[in-house]
């Protein structure tokens, strides 16, 4: 499974940004899928997991603002970022597996490249 994550940019606290990644391979429809993120000089952290089912799991600091929701038809997850801050700033990775408790914990096997959003106050 290769995962390939894009839409990242720099937004204005307050504004909108979505994130995309792209999963090869037949299997995405039966893997979790999850997006963490690290900021400069702190350790990289869950922000949103969804099971195959489309059950959903959040950090408590985006929950209300941000959704993760999937397309199996696509083989793409996204995480919808709403009312971004300032402390939002991070490189965000999707990752996957095929056990919704490895793709929190971070210890899934599929990693993207990471894509960097940069929120402006």
């Known amino acids: 499974v290769q995962l390939q994550a894009s839409g990242g940019g720099l937004v204005q606290a307050g504004g909108s940004l979505r994130l995309s990644c792209a999963a090869s391979g037949s299997i995405f429809s039966v893997y979790a899928m999850g997006w963490h993120r690290q900021a400069q000089g702190k350790q990289r952290e869950l922000v949103a997991a969804?099971?195959?089912?489309?059950?959903?799991k959040y950090a408590d600091s985006v929950k209300g603002r941000f959704t993760i929701s999937r397309d199996n038809m696509k083989n793409t997850v996204y995480l919808q970022l709403s009312s971004p801050k300032p402390d939002d700033t991070a490189v965000y990775y999707c990752n996957a597996g095929p056990y919704i408790n490895t793709v929190v914990a971070g210890t899934s096997p599929y990693w993207g490249q990471g894509t960097l959003v940069t929120v402006s106050s």
């Open positions: 969804i099971t195959r089912g489309g059950n959903t």
